[in-house]
Nanobody, 124 residues
């Protein structure tokens, strides 16, 4: 089993920045690609970004491309999401996810483990 714990959420003004962290524990050797998803009130959970184990390949949703950066530190079993130029429409609960397979995927069903989520609120 793999346990994921997100941190770093909070309230920020539009144009500001936040860095989310996701610390993995347990059978972390069984995880490969990791991703971030978000869910705003009344909306479906949507893909934000993903990264393979080596960090050599990343994928982003068009809505965050150029503003968000995903990275990972395998020695610390931690994945990060640096969010810059935040907009009110970025307000959501952000979830970290991990999958046993290597390729990144934008499909939430392709992930095996999920964190509890961290709230990000961007005020206008």
């Amino acid at each position: 089993q793999v346990h994921l714990a997100e941190s770093g959420g909070g309230l920020v003004q539009a144009g500001g920045s936040l860095r989310l962290s996701c610390a993995a524990s347990g059978r972390t050797f069984s995880t490969n690609a990791m991703g971030w998803f978000r869910q705003a009130p009344g909306k479906l959970r949507e893909f934000v970004a993903a990264i393979i184990r080596s960090g050599g390949m990343t994928k982003y949703a068009d809505s965050v491309k150029g503003r968000f950066t995903i990275s990972r530190d395998n020695a610390k079993n931690t994945v990060y999401l640096q969010m810059n130029s935040l907009k009110p429409e970025d307000t959501a609960v952000y979830y970290c996810a991990a999958r046993q397979s290597s390729p990144v995927t934008v499909v939430s069903g392709g992930y095996d483990y999920w964190g509890q989520g961290t709230q990000v609120t961007v005020s206008s």
